[in-house]
């Protein structure tokens, strides 16, 4: 090989991209020929300086609205899971088993609301209208409800502990306005969804994951509360627990 | 079929996909916009998915995606906007002028990248940053392995000669 062969297949050399016998012509050519020596510590170098260039990384809005997108299931878990029950309710035909269908039915109803949960923090990232009020300060979002709902929903600052409230907004329910309070943990918002409780027993938060999504769901003072975020588990727990103390 | 679903398979390459469509584009906002319609995309053709390898059906349909949207219109290879330096990851066993240095010229390196066609751009970011065999380039760019390896040959050229004439301090346009 002279300089001109080695000059057309140089780069495959460089990327491991030749054949083991090309591969060892080349290698016998640049042993007595410092000038394509040279070549090539050139271009391991640019290579060197190349791979330290930083990665452009997805930003996280990107991230929710790829997860959102993400196929539902074929056939619903929860229509399975109605079917058998009214199946059960049939073979025994008794009170126990309109408890369980009744329990069932309450239990289906959660989850729909969470699956609206999830849906409106989606749509809150991506269409970027997280805030009708923008204030880190609890004394100017808990007022600006006031004239907006026939309820007044606990604003509470929890900056102390690494979760400051970054503003909130109106959204809607089932035909229902419901109040919106958005906190924060690092670059991943928090959406607390707040409205009059249908059944206002206390509950302590129950948790679910849906599509990626932490959701958690509690009851407490005659307001049902949703929070939604794709912070992991614990931190969205660390975060519950000082709102519902 | 692959094994594991969407979400297991392919939403680990979203900073990949978005690294190639941002070097593609040369914009953030097109990049997004890339990269959210061909995950719509990879959603559709999922069951498609024959081997192993997401990370490269991802960049094939990326780059699709891509060419469908900007390619056509003429807008693939406008002037490259510069924007600031992102957050750099230097040697940390350097002093801090060596590795100011050491920054500039990987600045200067992005910049010499966005500056060329993007024919070659895009075979130098499949193969230096995604390290990508020839043949998987050749697949995700639709073209004869030859093709690949005389872009990368001339887009190596070019960032050489670039980097040999400019001196070390003004790496600015």
Known sequence: MNCSDVGRVIDAYGDGELEAAEAAGVRAHLESCPICRQRVADRESLARLIRRIPYYQAPDRLRVAVAAARRPARISPRVLAWAATVALAVSLGSATAIRVVEARRRADATAAVAQEVVASHVRALMGAHLFDVRSTDQHTVKPWFLDKLNFSPPVDDLAPIGFPLVGGRLDYFAGRPVAALVYQRRQHPINVFVWPASDTREAPADTREIRGFQVQHWTRGGMAFWAVSDLNRTELDQFVRALAP | ?173
């Open chain 2, 1 to 173: 079929m692959p094994r594991g679903g969407f979400e297991e398979v392919v939403l680990p390459h979203l900073d990949a996909a978005f690294n190639y469509a941002r070097w593609l584009t040369r914009s953030d906002a097109d990049a997004e916009d890339v990269v959210q319609d061909a995950a719509v995309r990879a959603l559709r053709f999922f069951s498609s998915l024959r081997n192993d390898d997401a990370r490269a059906w991802l960049f094939t349909i990326v780059r699709n995606t891509w060419y469908a949207r900007f390619a056509k219109v003429g807008r693939a290879d406008q002037p490259a906007v510069f924007d600031d330096m992102k957050d750099d990851r230097p040697d940390e066993q350097l002093d801090p002028e060596a590795l100011a240095i050491q920054q500039q010229a990987v600045e200067r390196m992005r910049r010499a990248i966005e500056g060329l066609p993007v024919d070659f751009r895009e075979v130098i970011i499949l193969r230096e940053l995604e390290g990508l065999s020839y043949k998987e380039i050749a697949a995700v760019i639709r073209a004869p392995i030859g093709t690949v390896m005389s872009r990368l040959a001339r887009g190596r050229e070019r960032l050489l000669a670039i980097l040999e004439c400019e001196p070390a301090s003004g790496g600015a346009r």
